[in-house]
């Protein structure tokens, strides 16, 4: 019986399901392992499912000769050397499509938060604050409706958030590497902008670019200067392609008016300086965080895993 590795704690269905064919090493206490403990469980391992927080650099694929297969329980693959996994015969898939809907919603729950400054009041009313019942300037906020909406990053998920937009009678603008078909951009009511333009003319600005050494930092200071003192930025791609430092700078100095952000540089670690701001709505990286998606996710991983370690063409290959 082939052995697999299943690096973070998942739904137990599924686990139960992949019992029934492999024997299965599942970290059950969900604690992230060490480099050093990953090679070491991973030794015998023909297969392993992974989140985008285990690291599969060459050094540690160098160390598991056996392995067949790593498959990623998301979109993105970033935590995956892809070239050194190729060039040692190692599939690499991921689960592209099925947490699009669940991402954009948890993306438009963290622009409205922030527009409307829900958390801060959330917290006003939970500090017992709250001493006159209606006052014509408490938590004044941006309006949704009929304002500028920018996404950075159109692909399947900017495309769902950009649909969302129509029930709020917005404009929508966007930037990509490649512009979408004519047809696409009818579809979405989305117009084409250059970046710079994006960022001066966005009420919103949306984030959902992958990251990669080219994306680092896309957003920096440089970006968030160009951007209106009433603009609210939104992360829900990749900590990384935001510089968390500029943008806490330029918080904390009012040069926006806001921020939501579900993703951060070196997460679990948050940079301090959010943690003072009130005009900032963070998450814990839960963009595709329904049960349903997540069960998805995993069968999916699942499937794809299988279909390798059987010798099958994965449904979701990335090399």
Known sequence: MKKVLITRSILPEVVESLSQRFEVDHNADDRPWAPE???RRLRGASGAMATVMDRFDDAVLAQCPELKVISNIAVGYNN???PAATKRGIRVTNTPGVLDDTTADLTWALLMAAARRIAEGD???RAGEWKIAFGVQYFLGQDIHHATLGVIGMGRIGQAIARRAGGFDMRVI???RSRLAE????????????RDRLLAESDFVVVMAPYSPATHHLIGAAEIAKMKPTAILVNTARGGVVDDAALVEALREKRI???GLDVFEGEPKVNPGYLGLRNVVMTPHIGSASRATRLVMCNTAAANMMAVL???EPPNPVN
């Open 37 to 39: 403990e990953l090679v």
């Open 80 to 82: 995956i050397d892809v």
């Open 123 to 125: 917290a006003y009313v």
């Open 174 to 176: 966007y930037h990509n």
């Open 183 to 194: 047809e696409e951009e009818k579809r979405l009511d989305a117009t084409w902008v250059e």
């Open 257 to 259: 008016a806001g921020a």
């Open 310 to 312: 059987d010798g099958r």
